[in-house]
């Protein structure tokens, strides 16, 4: 090989590789993943997680790492305890209070009026019809508002 064809193979070869790389990253899908009850703990407040109708996720879109909590509550105040500077690109999953089925934390609607684990207070419902009529009705947000001008 002379030295022009050497240069062009070391050249190509080295634009190559980092296609080659990307081209395995692995994808991550912001699926739910399971909680060992009794035996996991909230990433916050380090209390076992067992109430299955309280339980959140919080899932890096960026490295796949879950993080678990015992209650809602937990999520903001870590957010902001841990400086996390991708929670806007989180995907978030809790418990339907009613249910115990997964649903999104930003999409659910929460009531105030209910006893938690760590005594946030906040339920969440998968639709609004599902909180009772004397009830007040909080968003995401609201709730996020809600935690961190109380503290804790």
Same mark, same amino acid.
């Given at each position: 090989?002379?030295?022009?064809?050497?240069?062009?193979?070391?050249?190509?070869?080295?634009?190559?590789?980092?296609?080659?790389?990307?081209?395995?990253?692995?994808?991550?899908?912001?699926? +739910?993943?399971?909680? $060992?009850?009794?035996? =996991?703990?909230?990433?916050?407040?380090? &209390?076992?997680?067992?109430?299955?109708? !309280?339980?959140?996720?919080?899932?890096?879109?960026?490295?796949?790492?879950?993080?678990?909590?015992?209650?809602?509550?937990?999520?903001?105040?870590?957010?902001?305890?841990?400086?996390?500077?991708?929670?806007?690109?989180?995907?978030?999953?809790?418990?339907?209070?009613?249910?115990?089925?997964? +649903?999104?934390?930003? $999409?659910?609607?929460? =009531?105030?009026?209910?006893?938690?684990? &760590?005594?946030?207070?906040?339920?969440? !419902?998968?639709?609004?019809?599902?909180?009772?009529?004397?009830?007040?009705?909080?968003?995401?947000?609201?709730?996020?508002?809600?935690?961190?001008?109380?503290?804790?």
């Amino acid at each position: 090989m002379n030295n022009i064809s050497r240069r062009n193979f070391i050249l190509l070869s080295g634009l190559g590789i980092p296609f080659f790389f990307s081209a395995c990253e692995k994808e991550i899908s912001g699926e +739910i993943q399971e909680i $060992k009850w009794d035996r =996991d703990m909230c990433d916050r407040c380090k &209390m076992v997680i067992s109430d299955r109708k !309280h339980a959140a996720q919080v899932i890096n879109m960026k490295n796949g790492r879950v993080y678990k909590f015992d209650d809602i509550g937990c999520v903001p105040l870590w957010f902001k305890e841990e400086n996390i500077t991708w929670k806007d690109n989180a995907k978030i999953w809790i418990t339907d209070v009613d249910t115990g089925k997964w +649903i999104d934390a930003r $999409k659910a609607f929460y =009531d105030g009026m209910t006893v938690t684990p &760590m005594a946030y207070g906040f339920a969440a !419902h998968e639709t609004k019809k599902a909180i009772k009529p004397d009830l007040e009705v909080f968003t995401f947000s609201d709730m996020e508002k809600r935690v961190l001008a109380r503290g804790r």
